[in-house]
């Protein structure tokens, strides 16, 4: 029996005839369904922006979830789970200071030191689970131009009776798609910012695509496979094909999958280390506030250049960054190198090793693997 | 056939095809409608599994699943479920990894520990959490499992590919559930539980449609108060498990490995160290030539294995013993003419070139020379000559030469004469008697120092590193529970114990106890009842901490004997003296120690029993005992209390009265309460410190501290008669410990005008001055001005004599006192502040007091009061809401309107 093995095959286009006859000769059938979808530019802007859309939908994603609405998501549900995450570091510090009261003062101070040093960690731990991710996607990006958080605009359908989809009160369906505007969706739709490589099984192929006649997408009219063609040299192609994508696809899977595995695992040694500082003392001689005030007094400096030299301010400023912050956080990982026991040397020396060495390996290893040269992708 | 499943491999295709980010769920989404009347559904090939509540050994497979696919991964083989697991075992590993950087930071074996308890429950109570509140409840009230979970069909053998291991949440996707892994049996059941009505048109999906709400809403649920409830839960249960498990745990373990190292080191204090690396050093050491320097050398060598001052003090004057040398050296330079030569050399040496050429060699070795003759061939400092004349007057001499020459020599002399000081240096030979009598008594030294340094600087510490401080970090949880036991003896309310933290009210905590305590008194129910609270708490401290005090007083012994075990000579003497005091007050620390922390715990049980026993004694003045009771456990605050009863207690034996019915054995009727054997220990406590509270400074307790046993102690104590006490007591205030302290006290007290002001009343007061002061300076003839300045720069320490006062110091100040007389009682207080001051520094027995104990158990027990309280009302506030939003669960809504159509029965 076949049956079973049914898949959607998103990934197989077929320059097939829709039933829109403006776009008829070049878009796909099945991209009908997905013809709101948009995707944005990569740069840091549009991830932002991407971001913060989709954060403040979150309390939106709250109110329709605790409702059942019917057309809650598995992306939403996700969304969602961003408030426990975040919440519950919050909450942890917040715990710790609850032992507090304003008569015992020994125990209050005792409690602000640790205070400190749980939300440093709590911040720590945040941070270095970005960090994690970052030290792969940056060389993802730079050696095989693939930004894994490249977002695009997913639109997505209500279902019919949904007390959202307007669409029976107000029929006129707008064709305008620009990816930023919010009520010119059609009545029946809704939409949320993904991100293209996020899934290696639905990876979002038909966005890359470039076709003839979308003067939207497309305003000059390049090939279909521009996007895999530039990738295709990336991934190491030595000679021009026509079928780059298809060259390149099963590359940028193992690429996604790879990414992904060794950013999840960084996390494990990231972490670590984050903590690891955080409950160092040394990092605590931090002098936020001077070299927050040196650095906008030479900011600030033009207006004063004449009475007091360039050269002094500089200096000043160069003395409070060093050692209200470098030395610190310098001191910090030294620290840490050095422990106080074997037990915390070890420990301490293992965080800092698999936080520098880890993603070496992961990077070197995922370029190896997806070359095209090494993998006689170009026979 | 054929064409059937042609049709439903169509459609199921078509739909594949319009929902095309849909999972490999299979088979794929249907409208039974469609298909119920024309084609029989195939059995689905995906598999539902039924979690169990605590499943232990599947959370355990996903992990292990996890690390397998992490490894596919790394190969670029996944899927997106087998990466989302990665995420999972990445956070854990992470969570053990700070677990792990936190244990490994300062603090104590309880908290490293903590820190893996700690993660533990916090991914405990992140699963349990939904599963308890809110899974829980929806499946009572509407049937809906949501911990249900599902494999989807592999397609092909998954025991040889891990990646076809898919284990998913049954209701995680909304848009995807995989209804056909369930039974219309089942889903009718479901149904019946949310009431949906029966007799409806396509009942099944109106059932699944609100089984996906209750799902959506029981989902975004969990997810809202995971982030408070798993912290919560968390917390308070790692602060349940380390107070029920992890600390009682620990402790066992910690007893366990300090009795093997008890044992460990009881087993090695009867040998002493021989350390080869020492015997080499000695051999080499003398085989050289016993110069001055290298006689420092050895010194260095053996104080640097030492700690203290004052023992590195005593090792070098007995090595200086061993070498005959007096304080400087018992070196001896030999004065020949390679000597006078070498010195000519050194200045040349030592010199610019240019006045080198000026200087004749010959004339500074014909100087040199001259000087020489004049103390014959061998000149040391212990040596004489005829003539008086010693080493340092030669080296004198020589020096002179140079400067007769500083014309000549101008800016180099400094150098110059540093060069002739070293070439004298060297020239400096030590005399040794035998050398294999010096080798034999420097390895003995190095016998005495590495036995010491090890056994009783390291070993020792190891062993009593805090073991006898009542708040120390080992105790910390006996102690800890002892603190909350003596709260609840007295019935202080949580809101008492909150109030009592505040230090703005001085006398709040005593007035609270005076108010328990008179409570309990007048209660004898309730007094039975806190005594045998109190004895059961006491009870468990004291033998804690009479084991180990038992303990390292054998070791000292040990110690001490093995020290001594043979006789030593009379240069190593002063060593072997200067340790075993050392080791005395080791002893006197461990006793001292061991009396603060039983008489601290013991403080409450003796101050009720004094206070029941003299409720029907007339004679005392129940006040001022209670006021005695709640502060009296130091010298210091017996002291002070005394100053502040000064009007009340006149006479020494109504002192007495009060010290007796304090320190006095307990009553009959309150040792019954109390666990076995423990009266006999809170009687001889008491004993003890009745004695060291009224005789600090002499007699019993010196012996007490050095060479007596515990059973000796308190037959001394016994023996000697109470009354004398109170004169002790007061002769103890005047404890002088050092210069400053009677400069202090002369100044800071206005002694000094008083007794210059009553020496100025009369010539016979100086005579009487001048007799128990020695001042030898005084004459008949001596004006009164003069006499009063001689007795001034007496006290106020100017000058030698002032050392002389310090020797006899308590007689002087008990005669000085004598000759003041009655009308300086108030000095006399003042005085005793000034002891009282200097004892906290001095003296190592400090018993809480009542009131003490009661405010440090009140600092150590309420923030953890605080906390568990405001935690549990967070978390009980957290439940309500979730309550109440569960009642909302499965509710019509605009989202879900609830329209059912009545099924045509036709």
Redesign the interface.
Known sequence: MIINSVQPKTSIIKFTQGNNQSQALSLPQDKEEKKHDKLWNSDIISKTRANIENAVSIPEYVAHGLKGDPDFNFFEYLQVAKIPYYIGGIALAAIALASRNGLNTHAAKQNTQMFKKILTGVAMYYASRELANATIDGPVKWFRGIDLNHPYKKVTTLREGNPLNRSEQNNQISQNNDPNSKINLPNNQKKSQQKVFESVEFTRWDLLYKYKNDSENNPKNEPVNVFFDKIAKKFGAEKYSTDSDSKIKGKIKELIIMANSWKYMLTAPFVTLGLGLAYQDDLYKMDLKNVLDSTLDFVKLPKYARQTGLKDKFIALKTAWSKGFAQPIGKAFVSLWKGHTLASKIVGRSAIIASVALPIIANATMLHKTSLKNNGGNN | MTSM?QA??DI??RR?????????V???VRNQDDFRTHVKA?KP?GKLIRPDFIDIRGGVKKDINAIR??IK????????Y??GR??D???K??????A???????GSPLTKGMEFVGAACWFAAMSLWPKLAIHTPIKMAKGVDLSLEYEP?P?HNKEKDVLAVRRKNFF????YICWDLISDEEIYKMGDKMGIPKNIKNRRKAIE?KA???A??G???A??T???A???VA?LAADTLSRKAVSPLLEKLQESKADKLKQQLIGTASTPIKNQADIEFIEKALSDKLTDNSRQEITNYFTNKLGLEGDKKAVTKTINAIFEASNNSNATIKLNDKLAEKLADTVIQNVSSERAKKLSRDNLIEAFKNVAQNYGENVSEATKTATGTTLSDYIYDTKDVLNELSGKLNKDLPKVEEAITKVFDDAKMVNVASPDTTKKQLQKVAELINTYSQRAEKDLDKLSRNALRYDSSSNARVWENASEEVLKAFNFSYGEI??M???EDNKLVQRLLSQKTNNLLSDDALFEKAIERLGKVAQNTSTKTNKHVDFMLDYVDTLQKTLNSEPHSSVIKGLSHHLNINLANERKDILSRYLSANGTMFAPIRGLNALKKASNMPEINQDILKTLVLNSQTVDNFINKLEALKDKITTQAEFNKYVDVIFGPLDDNVAKMLPDGLAKEINQNAELLKAMLTNLSDGVNRKFCTQMNQEEILSAIRNSKLEKYLDEYFDVSFRIRDDKNLEEMAYRNRLLDTITDKVRESRSKIDELKTFLRLDDITPETSIDDAVNIIKRELTGDGTLHRGFLENGQNRIKNLLDFLGNDSKELLFERLNIYRAKTIKTSSVTPLSMTDFIKDSV?KV???K??VR??GI?FAALCGITAI?LT???QT?????DIYHKRNNN
């Open positions: 499943i439903y491999v199921a295709r594949a095809q319009a929902t095309a980010s849909q999972p490999q299979i088979p794929a195939y090939l696919y992490f991964g790394v190969q670029g083989e996944g899927n997106d087998s990466t990665i995420n075992i990445g956070i590993l992470g969570s053990l990894g700070i792990g950087v936190l244990a490994t930071t300062k069909y397609g995680e996707d909304p848009q449609n996906r709400q209750i959506i809403q989902n975004t649920l997810l809202l995971a982030g408070f798993t912290p919560l917390s909150k109030k933290q505040s230090r600092l309420a923030p953890h605080t906390w405001r935690i967070a939003a909302q669960i499965g809504n605009k989202f879900n309107p």
